[in-house]
């Protein structure tokens, strides 16, 4: 099948290609990502392929759908830049990799917990510059502390799984489906209410919907525990970032790690080394010392892109061969 692949990375254009040697596809890498203006690019592609800062809004998929696209393959789980409802109407399948490694994504989250509540990021640029002082480095065991999973899916029951067995933290969890063998194994689940009150660290594990979108807003933030660690590793908008920045400045927030910004379409995956950077919000996160950012990486193991690849081809090898799509998102779950 002929595939339009938006936002091309090195990275993509590896793994597809080596993924392809067994499905035989036609790829055509393009590096812009697809939003209205270059929809055209994707003129008489049956397939387009996109990642998770691509547009594929109402306007976007009808131009797709009168050139001749029949197939959204997202490359990646979460799925709330499509609209369904209009991709449904239009007769455009839209399919997903659901589950590629959530150990990359789980792992990924506990770095990032380690780093900002060990001060790793602090620590290295200061030995880079011969300051071997260890003063403001202090940092908590996470041993013995509370914490709390919002989402407790793929990624966030490997987590909770992690901080209970592996760091003997005491586990909360939330979630609109119990999980019975963490549940098993000591983790707790309680309203997201609760959680927010008790627990030391959260960390954000559910897809971004109506539901959970600012699920920590200035609200939460006033109700949480005072020095409450933030991560989140799931999508950026589960987060409202000034009343986050309103929290760290009254040092009711302990610490942010963040691998998702809610703006980040206008950041991420991009080299913007020689830009001025326009999103105050984003520029003054970073000026925090107790706020540590990375690009939205936490899928990118090698044994993830090798899954997310195989994953992508072999459901529009299943499009294209008419066989039931078992990564099809059901509109049903469409925002
Ligand atoms: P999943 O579908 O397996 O799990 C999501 C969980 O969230 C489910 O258990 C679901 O019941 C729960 N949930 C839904 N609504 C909820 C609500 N209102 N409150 C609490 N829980 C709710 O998904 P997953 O594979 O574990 O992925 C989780 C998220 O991680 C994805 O939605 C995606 O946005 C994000 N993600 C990020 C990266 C990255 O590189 N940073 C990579 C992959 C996935």
């Known amino acids: 099948m002929r595939i339009a692949i938006f936002g091309t990375k090195d990275y993509d254009r590896q793994f597809l290609s080596g993924a392809n040697v067994v499905h035989?596809?036609?790829?055509?890498?393009?590096?812009?990502?697809?939003?209205?203006?270059?929809?055209?690019?994707?003129?008489?592609?049956?397939?387009?392929c996109i990642f998770?800062?691509?547009?594929?809004?109402a306007a976007v998929l009808e131009r797709l759908a009168a050139q001749?696209?029949?197939?959204?393959?997202?490359?990646?789980?979460?799925?709330?830049?499509?609209?369904?409802?209009?991709?449904?109407?239009?007769?455009?399948?839209?399919?997903?990799?659901?589950?590629?490694?959530?150990?990359?994504?789980?792992?990924?989250?506990?770095?990032?917990?380690?780093?900002?509540?060990?001060?790793?990021?602090?620590?290295?640029?200061?030995?880079?510059?011969?300051?071997?002082?260890?003063d403001g480095l202090i940092g908590r065991?996470?041993?013995?502390?509370?914490?709390?999973?919002?989402?407790?899916?793929?990624?966030?029951?490997?987590?909770?799984?992690?901080?209970?067995?592996?760091?003997?933290?005491?586990?909360?969890?939330?979630d609109v489906v119990e999980d019975p063998e963490l549940a098993a194994m000591g983790v707790s689940y309680v309203p997201p209410a609760e959680l927010l009150e008790r627990a030391e660290i959260v960390s954000l594990h559910c897809p971004l919907t109506p539901q959970t979108r600012h699920?920590?807003?200035?609200?939460?933030?006033?109700?949480?525990?005072?020095?409450?660690?933030?991560?989140?590793?799931?999508?950026?908008?589960l987060i409202d970032t000034r009343a986050l920045i309103a929290g760290l400045k009254a040092r009711r927030i302990g610490g942010v790690a963040?691998?998702?910004?809610?703006?980040?379409?206008?950041?991420?995956?991009?080299?913007?080394?020689?830009?001025?950077?326009?999103?105050?919000?984003?520029?003054r996160l970073l000026t925090f010392p107790n706020v540590l950012v990375t690009g939205h990486q936490a899928f990118l193991t090698q044994e993830a892109l090798e899954g997310i690849a195989e994953t992508t081809?072999?459901?529009?090898?299943?499009?294209e061969a008419g066989r039931p799509l078992a990564n099809s998102i059901d509109p049903a779950l469409a925002r």
């Open 313 to 319: 081809l072999a459901n529009i090898s299943d499009f």
């Open 258 to 283: 963040l691998d998702v910004y809610e703006q980040e379409a206008d950041l991420f995956f991009e080299d913007l080394s020689n830009e001025i950077i326009e999103d105050d919000d984003f520029q």
């Open 24 to 48: 035989g596809h036609e790829l055509h890498f393009l590096e812009p990502r697809l939003d209205e203006s270059t929809a055209p690019l994707a003129q008489g592609f049956p397939a387009v």
């Open 52 to 57: 998770v800062n691509d547009r594929a809004d």
């Open 141 to 174: 065991n996470l041993h013995g502390r509370t914490a709390g999973v919002i989402g407790t899916g793929r990624i966030g029951a490997l987590v909770a799984r992690t901080l209970q067995l592996g760091f003997g933290c005491q586990v909360l969890a939330s």
């Open 68 to 134: 001749g696209t029949r197939l959204v393959a997202l490359r990646c789980a979460g799925y709330n830049n499509v609209d369904l409802r209009t991709a449904a109407r239009l007769g455009v399948a839209v399919v997903r990799v659901p589950a590629y490694s959530p150990h990359a994504v789980a792992e990924f989250t506990i770095a990032l917990l380690l780093a900002l509540d060990r001060k790793v990021h602090r620590a290295w640029a200061r030995v880079r510059e011969n300051n071997f002082s260890l």
């Open 215 to 237: 699920i920590i807003d200035a609200d939460a933030i006033a109700k949480a525990r005072e020095g409450l660690v933030i991560v989140n590793t799931s999508r950026g908008a």
